[in-house]
């Protein structure tokens, strides 16, 4: 795996209000310590590090009296495996008729099994372009990953277009397959508003627990925040209108499912999920809530509700620490056969599932539809 070094980031943590009795001013670590994103050890683990800015000055004492202060947190680089993108080089759109049908057998494999770090267009025009994103790349950059994103990868190598490109709706870290991406404002504006008035039709493909799944099933229940341990405080996931946990901010949410092949002996099933509406985790939140959750899912159990108990994850370096899975004490190395318990995340991959086909009305060109169809892995293949 090739990987390089990036340019770090820079986080605002905010403003510090005036306070004119000396001896009541906040201090640096004080201040630092009411966001939540790093307990106070590793707040003071970055001012020791000169990673803390205060009105451009870097201050290296946690005990710093703040008046009136903009304070912001500057991550050194960190090493990130780098993409490499395959153009789209040939015409693969074929017309049937009204509608464009675009396929490519050989996407999946080129892009997960044999290169898991190989981001390839399979179609693009002045306006779109669609491509294959592999398990394991993030849609938008995070604090775990920036430069390693396909919205970043994109923009550093496609300066063509008249918008920097855009993705219009995204794909879990671990879910592979096809993405839309916007190169045009009106391009942008456009697809934008086909999702959300739900003309544009995703069929994923999935692997689950459960070879006794009916043959076809409806999933109608809504999503929303419900409490989780870290970050916010919050997560998304199954809220069903007769559940406790169900609240205002829950959102409708619909899965069609119909099941593609059985393993009777392995008691999972591969199946085809279709989803009118797009909400987040939706169809591992589903197929969980139906009692069929996806095989290697680590966050979501039977019911669609998270997991809230702490497992074995593989340690990270602490300068590639997350701004969300800062609790461990040591500045050591990374060292994979070391492990620390952590709650799971919504970024940890193990699943299976695969943005298999995407229908779409073209943004700009009048009455043209598009369908392009990406083949899945070998365990979700028919």
Known sequence: MQTSLNNGRVYKC????????KNKRTSLIEFLSKNKNFKEQGWRRRILRNQICVDGTFI??????????????HRLPWIEPKIQIQEFVRPNLVKHDDLNTCNDDQIHESCDEEHPHLLKIIYQDEDMMVVHKPSGLPTMPSQT????????????????????????HRLGVGTSGLLLIAT????????????????????????????????????????????????????HAACPIDSSESIKTAKSAISLVRVVRRNLEEDTAVVEVEIPTGRPHQIRIHMAYAGFPLVG????????????????????????????TDDENSDDDF???????????????GYFLHAYQITVPHPIRVDEEMTFTAKPPKCLSA
């Open 145 to 168: 990953y920036y430069e390693y994103s396909v919205l970043n990868a994109l923009r550093r190598s496609c300066d063509s277009y008249s918008a920097p490109p855009q993705p219009v």
């Open 184 to 235: 045009s404002l009106q391009a942008r504006k456009q697809l934008t508003e086909s999702i959300r008035e739900k003309r544009v039709k995703k069929i994923y493909r999935a692997l689950v627990h459960g070879s006794n799944i009916p043959n076809t099933l409806s999933i109608d229940c809504p999503i929303g925040p419900v409490f989780f341990p870290i970050g916010q405080g919050t997560i």
């Open 14 to 21: 905010g403003s510090v209000e005036p306070c004119s009795n």
């Open 297 to 324: 899912d680590p966050l979501y159990l039977k019911g669609g509700i998270p997991d809230c108990n702490k497992k074995l994850f593989p340690c990270r370096k602490k300068v590639d620490e997350d701004m969300d």
């Open 60 to 73: 290296s004492d946690p005990d710093y009296k703040l008046y009136r202060n903009s304070v912001s947190y």
């Open 335 to 349: 060292d994979e056969t070391r492990y620390t318990m952590r709650f799971p995340l919504p970024r940890d991959c």
